[in-house]
């Protein structure tokens, strides 16, 4: 094990967008003194609004930026004596990546192997310091897919991505292995399961369901809705992100799961029988009679699972949020944040394909 490490100055990629936000919230909340420097080039799943009640913070700031500008990235790190880069930039949704993988390979690999070279750069190369971490933030989907019976994915799962968006993030991982072994870059990896919870764009599927819910729309379920996922609370995730940034050892990958294996009709009929219960007499109740199958997308992965036996017993990871309190926490969070996904341009289900 390493001695603790504590970070002084985060860089968050990506701060703007879903995992990246609540991060923000959660770091700055546990550690106040610590300071946090916001890079989000804002496409359009992420939103400088998520972050407004943080700008009067004075251990906080936001930059508009991609993470494919090294010059500006290497300013940043150095005018902030930045000593720790968290990244959570990226293309994440395989639906957009199918039907547009170009984004994806820009952002998740060449975009990633620039903010290595920034860090190698300021860090290495100039500034000789030592103490610093670059902790980057990936997906179970990299192993591919499980068989029913099949263990739960670990560590040493050979990678087997099937989806353009999982190839480049199974790429980016192994870029960020090779800067630490072969440049000496101090690096961490996190592979997580599948997340929810506050800001998560509507394009993905609990957010989408429940904004269709309330609307009273047509509910979609990929073909027969038996895909299971392991559903993981998002302060649950920056949980096993502070272990690792701070106790984690060096070149390491860790995999972070909820310990909710779930199919995805499951899930969805969960949230039809929460907004029973919320909204007895709403006129489309009862709202599992929304649900509608529809047609299977290309390369779907039958079942993800995670095994967190590397980070519990490692650095002491447990999950919080059962599925149940993570769904109602998280429903009425849209329920209260009706802005969110009620105005403005949401990407509903197949409409992206257009866009992408």
């Known amino acids: 094990m390493n001695p603790a490490y504590h970070p002084r100055h985060l860089l968050v990629t990506g701060g703007a967008g879903f995992i990246g936000t609540n991060f923000v919230y959660y770091w700055l909340d546990k550690y106040p003194d610590c300071k946090i420097t916001v890079l989000d080039a804002l496409t359009y799943a992420g939103r400088q609004e998520n972050l407004q009640p943080l700008d009067e913070k004075p251990n906080f700031r ?50 990633t192997h620039s903010l290595l070279k920034a860090a190698k750069t300021v860090w290495l190369d100039q500034g000789r310091l030592d103490q610093h971490r670059f902790h980057h933030v990936s997906t179970d989907e990299v192993y591919g897919t499980l068989g029913p019976a099949d263990p739960a994915f670990s560590e040493t799962t050979p990678y087997a991505p099937n989806s353009p968006y999982a190839a480049s993030k199974a790429a980016s991982d192994h870029i960020v292995r090779a800067y630490q072994h072969t440049y000496g870059l101090n690096t961490t990896t996190s592979n997580c399961s599948n997340n929810y919870g506050p800001w998560q764009y509507p394009e993905k599927l609990i957010p989408l369901t429940i904004a269709k819910l309330l609307q009273g729309r047509p509910v979609p379920v990929y073909g027969d809705g038996q895909q299971i996922r392991d559903w993981l609370y998002v302060d649950d995730h920056n949980r096993g992100i502070d272990l690792i940034i701070h106790q984690g050892r060096l070149g390491e990958t860790y995999n972070i799961g909820g310990n909710n294996e779930q199919t995805n009709l499951n899930l969805v009929s969960t949230l039809c029988q929460l907004l029973d219960q919320r909204f007895p007499h709403a006129p489309h109740a009862p709202h599992r009679q929304l649900i509608t199958h529809v047609a299977d997308r290309p390369g779907h992965d039958r079942r993800y699972a995670i095994n967190n036996s590397r980070i519990s017993t490692e650095l002491g990871y447990r999950p919080v949020e059962t599925l149940a309190s993570g769904l109602s926490r998280t429903l009425d969070w849209y329920l209260e944040h009706r802005e969110f996904w009620e105005n403005g341009d949401i990407a509903l289900f197949g409409e992206h394909k257009e866009k992408a």
């Open 62 to 111: 936001f930059v508009k930026g991609d993470i494919l500008e090294q010059e500006r990235v290497e300013n940043l790190l150095r005018g902030a004596q930045i000593d720790t880069i968290v990244h959570f930039a990226a293309e994440s949704h395989v639906d957009r990546s199918i039907y547009g993988p170009d984004a994806f390979l820009r952002t998740n690999i060449d975009g």
